[in-house]
Structure formats: structure tokens, C-alpha cells
T-cell receptor, first 116, second 111 residues
Framework: SAVISQKPSRDICQRGTSLTIQCQVDSQVTMMFWYRQQPGQSLTLIATANQGSEATYESGFVIDKFPISRPNLTFSTLTVSNMSPEDSSIYLC?????????????FGPGTRLLVL | GENVEQHPSTLSVQEGDSAVIKCTYSDSASNYFPWYKQELGKRPQLIIDIRSNVGEKKDQRIAVTLNKTAKHFSLHITETQPEDSAVYFCAASISRAALIFGKGTTLSVSS
């Protein structure tokens, strides 16, 4: 398995501000993903973080709102921009080891975000 | 795109009974189907998975079955215990190994 950490673990933010969430893995992984889990809901894929290139966003998510970086094979950031109360969610990163081949996805502990 | 439907949304059983959760998927190209268990305040944890070249997989009290023709797969938990109480999510893989999740099933096991 992979050891995944996220920072911050939780935060309370004011509307209109931005928050950057970090995801760090203890070993090189190929695929990194960002998910959102709204209160009492399932996980929704935001985007695939691609190393060295722009992230691939799912329908309903745009780069201006959720810019993502992945400078190397063990680290990625997700920024939630111009936040509103509707952005209050748990944000989770996940990783797999083998590109293009279904493989176990491991999830980070999540970042709990509350927007006032 | 892929869509995963999961039923039931809640399931209550007595300790020792069996529990079955069912999922259907829409994209016939999906070929990997994991099940995750999420306890309150914790991250999702993989409990079992199945690939499209296998019809059934078992791990102690947990089993998963896959019917590719009908595009549905099921989680079976036998001899349920109170610690099995959690939210269970099914998922299907689309291209690039990303997962599309069902809406979840809240399982309550009473002793």
C-alpha cells in the first residue's frame, strides 16, 4: 500500500478566499486523483492530476475553480478558488501505481473544508 | 460517461445475518469494480475488488459477484458483525483508472 498524507486536515474559510490542499505520497506513483465528498454523499471525481501537464477535469469541474498542480510523482496540490458555502466538503486525493491498468486506489485521509 | 447505480441506500440486519448490496453500471468498457468501506470520519478503505475476467471473488466473509452481460455486480457479507456497520461504496473504473462511485449503502448491524 501507499502512505498518503494531506495538509491541512481541516480548515474553516471565509467565502471569496482560496485554499490550497497538499497531497504527499511516500513513494512514486503514476496516477493521482482528486475527489470531493459532500456531507453525507458519495465521492465525486474532480480531476486526474497529470505529472508535468495540465490536469484532466471531469464534467462540471473547471480549472479556474479547481487549479491542480503535480510537479513530481509524489506530490500534488488542489486549490479551491473563490470559495462559497457550497464548496464545504471533504476533499480526498487518491493514488494508483500503474498507469492505464486498473489497480487498487488508496485514499488520503481527506481535508475537511467548511466555508462560512 | 459511466454511471453507477447502487441499492439499497440503507440496510439494517441482525448480527449473524447476511447482507447484499447491488450495483449496476452503464459503460460496458468498465473492467474493474472495487468495493470500499467508509467508517464515520475516516477515509474509504478497499475491502474487495473484482476484474471483468472473473465472475466471483471471495475473501473470508466477503464476496463479490460480477455479471458482465447484465452489467451488475454485488457485494455479499455473511455472518455480519456490529463492526461491519459502515457506509459501503461500489465503484467502476473508466479510462485512466479513475473511479466512478455509487451513492453508497449505509449498513447497520444490530446485536
Amino acid at each position: 500500500s501507499a502512505v498518503i498524507s494531506q495538509k491541512p486536515s481541516r480548515d474553516i474559510c471565509q467565502r471569496g478566499t482560496s485554499l490550497t490542499i497538499q497531497c504527499q505520497v511516500d513513494s512514486q506513483v503514476t496516477m493521482m486523483f482528486w475527489y470531493r465528498q459532500q456531507p453525507g454523499q458519495s465521492l465525486t471525481l474532480i480531476a486526474t492530476a497529470n505529472q508535468g501537464s495540465e490536469a484532466t477535469y471531469e464534467s462540471g469541474f473547471v480549472i479556474d475553480k479547481f487549479p491542480i498542480s503535480r510537479p513530481n510523482l509524489t506530490f500534488s496540490t488542489l486549490t479551491v478558488s473563490n470559495m462559497s458555502p457550497e464548496d464545504s466538503s471533504i476533499y480526498l486525493c487518491s493514488v494508483t501505481r500503474r498507469e492505464g491498468i486498473p489497480e487498487t486506489q488508496y485514499f488520503g485521509p481527506g481535508t475537511r473544508l467548511l466555508v462560512l | 460517461g459511466e454511471n453507477v447505480e447502487q441499492h439499497p441506500s440503507t440496510l439494517s440486519v441482525q448480527e449473524g445475518d447476511s447482507a447484499v448490496i447491488k450495483c449496476t453500471y452503464s459503460d460496458s468498457a468498465s473492467n474493474y469494480f472495487p468495493w470500499y468501506k467508509q467508517e464515520l470520519g475516516k477515509r474509504p478503505q478497499l475491502i474487495i475488488d473484482i476484474r471483468s475476467n472473473v465472475g466471483e471473488k471471495k475473501d473470508q466473509r466477503i464476496a463479490v459477484t460480477l455479471n458482465k452481460t447484465a452489467k451488475h455486480f454485488s457485494l455479499h457479507i455473511t455472518e455480519t458483525q456490529p463492526e461491519d456497520s459502515a457506509v459501503y461504496f461500489c465503484a467502476a473504473s473508466i479510462s485512466r483508472a479513475a473511479l466512478i462511485f455509487g451513492k453508497g449503502t449505509t449498513l447497520s448491524v444490530s446485536s
